[in-house]
């Protein structure tokens, strides 16, 4: 189980609870079917509005809608409006009514073998990524995180490419020395950047802006859409496409919380998930071009540079976490050369 205690937890996160309980219930008026009310189910994440995130989650819902003659409601909460990714995880656990989108390496806390689907460089492409999805050992994961109270809802929901921006040029892991890099309050992501020889500097994306202008960051990464959500580029103008790490991110509910949903309406949320997803995917594709363009234009440099020396210096992330299963990684790499 996770080292925090539920006790503490539920004091600390008490008001989150009740925000999200009071979300339901804001919503017993919507239209309803029969005379029937309709199912609501809360959707939170933490991207802006008019990220591929956000887009995807809003065509969730109105195909939620559609194939459930309107007695399937999602709520949007964009920007981390009901709390923070690790609270709202935490919410989800205890039985509240949110899904929620996180990655594998903030699950790594409950089932540690879970942040080897963040590791960089592990694939290259992120069909690769989905058929990890599909196999027993990914089965084995998804029943040791029932066990923690957590349920997979969707496993196909691209995040993105993460690439680093930087105020100087970086060309090499040389250039990453003593660089102080914003990076998400997690193992996976620190472990990366101090093997790939910079300082990792957690801090919430919100704050990437003013640290770049005080000095207190030399740089941050993320997907493209994200470094320009967050105005990135205003204040850093060199990018280097290290595609350090391709992020497949799952969507994830309280098991208690979907136990108590009606069948029916847990297919309908997970079909629509599948759909919303692909949107999601071609969505991130046309932004990424756009997105490179618009930097271009605002005079942003573009570093193309051989990623062999940061898949090198990357390799050390293998071997940077005693709580993985042995083998792990060999296990994962097998499976990738299956497919």
């Keep these: 189980m996770h080292?925090?205690?539920?006790?503490?937890?539920?004091?600390?996160?008490?008001?989150?609870?009740?925000?999200?309980?009071?979300?339901?219930?804001?919503?017993?008026?919507?239209?309803?079917?029969?005379?029937?009310?309709?199912?609501?189910?809360?959707i939170a994440h933490g991207n802006n509005p008019n990220e591929p995130i956000a887009l995807m989650a809003e065509k969730w819902k109105e195909l939620a809608a559609e194939k459930s003659d309107g007695m399937l409601e999602l709520n949007i909460y964009p920007s981390s409006q009901l709390g923070s990714e690790k609270d709202v995880v935490e919410q989800a656990i205890m039985g509240n009514n949110v899904v929620i989108f996180t990655g594998y390496d903030f699950l790594m806390d409950y089932v540690p073998d879970?942040?080897?689907?963040?590791?960089?460089?592990?694939?290259?492409?992120f069909d690769e990524l989905i058929n990890l999805t599909t196999t027993d050992w990914f089965a084995d994961l998804e029943n040791q995180l029932?066990?923690?109270?957590?349920?997979?809802?969707?496993?196909?929901?691209?995040?993105?490419?993460?690439?680093?921006?930087?105020?100087?040029?970086?060309?090499?892991?040389?250039?990453?020395?003593?660089?102080?890099?914003?990076v998400p309050n997690n193992s996976m992501y620190i472990n990366t950047f101090e093997a790939l020889g910079?300082?990792?500097?957690?801090?919430?994306?919100?704050?990437?802006?003013?640290?770049?202008?005080?000095?207190?960051?030399?740089?941050?990464?993320?997907?493209?859409?994200?470094?320009?959500?967050?105005?990135?580029?205003?204040?850093?103008?060199?990018?280097?496409?290290?595609g350090h790490t391709k992020i497949l991110s799952p969507w994830i509910a309280g098991t208690e919380f979907m136990n108590t949903l009606p069948e029916e309406?847990?297919?309908?949320?997970?079909?629509?998930?599948?759909?919303?997803?692909?949107?999601?995917?071609?969505?991130?594709?046309?932004?990424?071009?756009?997105?490179?363009?618009?930097?271009?234009?605002?005079?942003?440099?573009?570093?193309?540079?051989?990623?062999?020396?940061?898949?090198?210096?990357?390799?050390?992330?293998?071997?940077?976490?005693?709580?993985?299963?042995?083998?792990?990684?060999?296990t994962v790499k097998s499976l990738l050369e299956e497919n």
């Design 198 to 242: 910079a300082s990792p500097t957690p801090m919430p994306l919100s704050d990437t802006y003013t640290g770049l202008q005080q000095g207190l960051i030399d740089g941050a990464e993320n997907p493209l859409p994200v470094l320009a959500g967050s105005k990135t580029n205003e204040v850093a103008k060199h990018l280097t496409l290290t």
């Design 114 to 125: 879970a942040g080897i689907l963040t590791a960089p460089y592990l694939t290259d492409d």
């Design 146 to 182: 029932n066990e923690e109270n957590i349920e997979i809802i969707n496993t196909t929901t691209i995040y993105g490419e993460r690439h680093l921006m930087t105020v100087r040029p970086v060309n090499t892991p040389e250039d990453l020395k003593g660089k102080k890099i914003r």
């Design 3 to 42: 080292s925090i205690k539920r006790g503490i937890l539920f004091c600390l996160l008490a008001a989150c609870s009740l925000l999200i309980a009071g979300c339901g219930e804001n919503i017993s008026s919507a239209s309803s079917k029969d005379g029937e009310e309709p199912i609501v189910i809360n």
């Design 265 to 330: 309406t847990v297919d309908i949320l997970k079909e629509t998930g599948i759909e919303a997803a692909e949107y999601g995917r071609e969505v991130l594709g046309e932004l990424n071009e756009q997105v490179l363009e618009d930097f271009v234009d605002q005079g942003v440099e573009i570093h193309e540079v051989d990623l062999e020396p940061f898949r090198e210096k990357a390799e050390a992330v293998y071997t940077s976490f005693p709580g993985w299963s042995d083998g792990l990684y060999e």
